[in-house]
C-alpha cells in the first residue's frame, strides 16, 4: 500500500469511528432545531442528533422530521409549534427575521463555517456547547488535529502549485476564493489558490483561466470535470475532478475532503 494510500484509509476510518456517537436519551437534550442541513450534520456528529425536533425543507436526510422553513424563509408557526429551546440557524439568515420567529424562551443561535478551517472549528465549539454535548473537546481537538496532519503531508509535496478551484465546469460556474472554506481547504494544504476575489467569483471558466494562470483546475464534481477538460490542451492546464459532496458541508465530514486529495494529489 502506498504512502497516500495508507493515509487515505487512515483519515476514512478515524472520521468512521468519530461520526459513530452514541444514541442520546430524550431527558438529557435541549430540544433544538436546526435551519441548515450543515448545522444538522454537525449536531449529529457532536452526539446531538436525538435532541434535533426540526429541520429545515433543504435536509434530505431527516425525512421523519416536521420541517421548519428554510434559512432565508423560516416558517414562524412550524417552529413555534415545536417549542424548541434552541433554534440553529447560519448567519446568513436575517437576525431581524429570526429574532421575530424565535419562540419567547427560546434561544436563537446564528453560526458561520464558511470562511475557514478555523471557523469550522469555532462553529463545532458553539454548537457543543449550546446544545451540552457531552465528551466534545476531545472530539473536536481529534478533528482539528487530523486535518492538519492531512494538510502537512498535502503541502510537503504541493507547495506553491498554483490552482483555481472550480463549482464546476457547467452551467453558470464560479470560483473559490482564499477567504472561503474551499479555498482555505487547499490554502492549508500549501497550494496557491489563484482566485483573487475574497471568497467566490461568477466568471467565464476561459477567462478565469487565461488570466490566472493556475497549473491545475480543480472541478468539484467529478462528471463536471470532463467539461473542463475538453478546454484543457488548448489552455495548458491540468483539470482534477474531486467529489463536491466532501467540500460542501463545513464540519467533520472535510476530513473526506482531505483523504480524497491524499489520494489525487499525494500518488
Not at 475574497?198 to 493556475?214: F, N, Q, V, W
Request: net charge positive; aromatic share 6%; with cysteine.
Amino acid at each position: 500500500m502506498t504512502r497516500s494510500r495508507f493515509a487515505f484509509a487512515f483519515v476514512l476510518i478515524f472520521l468512521g469511528v468519530l461520526c459513530r456517537a452514541p444514541a442520546v436519551r430524550a431527558d438529557d437534550c435541549p430540544r433544538i432545531i436546526s435551519q441548515s442541513p450543515y448545522l444538522t450534520r454537525a449536531l449529529e456528529w457532536l452526539g446531538r442528533g436525538g435532541c434535533i425536533v426540526g429541520v429545515s425543507r433543504y435536509d434530505r436526510e431527516e425525512l421523519r422530521l416536521p420541517r421548519t422553513g428554510g434559512v432565508l424563509d423560516p416558517d414562524a408557526a412550524a417552529i413555534d409549534a415545536l417549542a424548541p429551546d434552541l433554534l440553529v440557524t447560519s448567519n446568513w439568515a436575517d437576525a431581524d427575521l429570526m429574532t421575530k420567529v424565535t419562540p419567547v424562551g427560546t434561544r436563537l443561535l446564528r453560526v458561520d463555517g464558511f470562511t475557514s478551517l478555523a471557523d469550522v472549528e469555532n462553529m463545532l465549539k458553539t454548537l457543543a456547547e449550546a446544545s451540552r454535548a457531552k465528551d466534545s473537546a476531545a472530539k473536536i481537538a481529534a478533528f482539528s488535529k487530523t486535518w492538519r496532519e492531512a494538510a502537512k503531508k498535502l503541502a510537503a509535496t504541493n507547495r506553491g502549485r498554483r490552482v483555481l478551484v472550480l463549482s464546476s465546469c457547467m452551467g453558470s460556474p464560479y470560483s473559490f476564493g482564499r477567504k472561503h472554506l474551499v479555498g482555505d481547504v487547499f490554502t492549508q494544504a500549501g497550494f496557491e489558490v489563484v482566485e483573487s476575489a475574497a471568497k467566490i467569483h461568477h466568471a467565464d471558466i476561459e477567462t478565469l483561466i487565461t488570466a490566472a494562470k493556475p497549473e491545475i483546475v480543480v472541478a468539484l464534481g467529478s462528471p463536471s470535470a470532463e467539461s473542463c477538460r475538453l478546454i484543457a490542451p488548448r489552455l495548458k492546464v491540468s483539470v482534477v475532478g474531486l467529489n463536491a459532496a466532501h467540500f460542501i458541508h463545513p464540519g467533520p465530514g472535510l476530513l473526506e475532503a482531505y483523504a480524497e486529495m491524499l489520494e489525487v494529489f499525494n500518488q
